[in-house]
């Protein structure tokens, strides 16, 4: 590694960053591009943001562990310039979880609205914030802007062993919406996810799947038998006219 880059790394030592900088080295030599932006970078998130670039789509878990410690560490300080705060986002986050499990909905998303914009951009509470808050929006009927948060937490990297929670979600409002053919593919990949839970989670899971599914079928024989009086009616004016000539 260049002593450029090796400086760079180094300068985030007083944060206790350098173990999880040290497991990227040997993955950052190999591209030499991104070592380049790596090095050249000025202040540590646009560090973070070159090794998100470079390797959160990428297999090896080491990395992936490696890059979310960074990020961990780095969002504990808060983005100061911004005015962002990770525990003001962590509490107003918990008061928004109370505030749903009483069913308080328009409380629970006023708190979370606020957590989202005291959460530090880099934060691993980020994705789970937007999908509390999509589950409140799905609570309250607004399926389309739900559907939004979903997104905006699987783009901030939402962690994959919860992945189940907010694809059965945006399956509910896809069907909500009318949009069978998302619908039916969210549930089929949903369905595919259940197979790693426990049994009785499993089950609860597959159950509301079910529910989707049977509200889906049904809107498509619904479908169908319009579809038939409308060929028939057809079929019976075209025969008015055949009897007339």
């Given at each position: 590694m260049s002593s450029k880059a090796t400086k760079s790394?180094?300068?985030?030592?007083?944060?206790s960053l350098q173990p999880c900088i040290d497991k990227l080295s040997n993955a950052v030599l190999c591209d030499q591009k991104q070592l380049k932006k790596f090095s050249e970078a000025t202040s540590r998130q646009e560090q973070v943001r070159?090794?998100?670039?470079?390797?959160?789509?990428?297999?090896?878990?080491?990395i992936r562990e490696a890059v979310y410690e960074i990020v961990n560490e780095l969002s504990r300080y808060g983005d100061v310039e911004e005015g962002k705060s990770e525990q003001l986002a962590e509490e107003y986050k918990q008061q928004g979880s109370k505030a749903f499990s009483q069913h308080d909905d328009i409380t629970a998303l006023r708190l979370y609205n606020k957590?989202?914009?005291?959460?530090p951009h880099?934060?691993?509470?980020?994705?789970?914030l937007y999908a509390n808050r999509s589950a409140v929006l799905y609570h309250m009927a607004r399926y389309q802007e739900s559907l939004k948060d979903i997104t905006?937490?699987?783009?901030?990297?939402?962690p994959s062993k919860l992945r189940h929670k907010v694809l059965l979600r945006k399956a509910q409002c896809l069907?909500?919406?009318?949009?069978?053919?998302?619908?039916?593919?969210?549930?089929?990949?949903?369905?595919?996810?259940?197979q790693t839970l426990g049994d009785k989670m499993k089950?609860?899971?597959?159950?509301?799947?079910?529910e989707v599914q049977?509200?889906?079928?049904?809107?498509?024989?619904?479908?169908?038998?319009?579809?038939?009086?409308?060929?028939?009616?057809?079929?019976?004016?075209?025969?008015?006219?055949?009897?007339?000539c």
């Open positions: 790394s180094l300068s985030l030592e007083n944060f070159v090794l998100l670039q470079t390797f959160s789509h990428k297999p090896q878990v080491t957590a989202l914009k005291l959460c880099l934060s691993a509470n980020l994705p789970l905006r937490a699987m783009d901030h990297q939402y069907q909500r919406l009318g949009q069978t053919v998302e619908a039916t593919a969210t549930v089929k990949e949903t369905m595919i996810l259940t089950q609860t899971y597959i159950a509301s799947l079910d049977q509200a889906l079928s049904k809107v498509e024989l619904d479908d169908q038998c319009e579809q038939k009086n409308v060929d028939a009616t057809k079929a019976q004016r075209a025969g008015q006219v055949n009897s007339q």
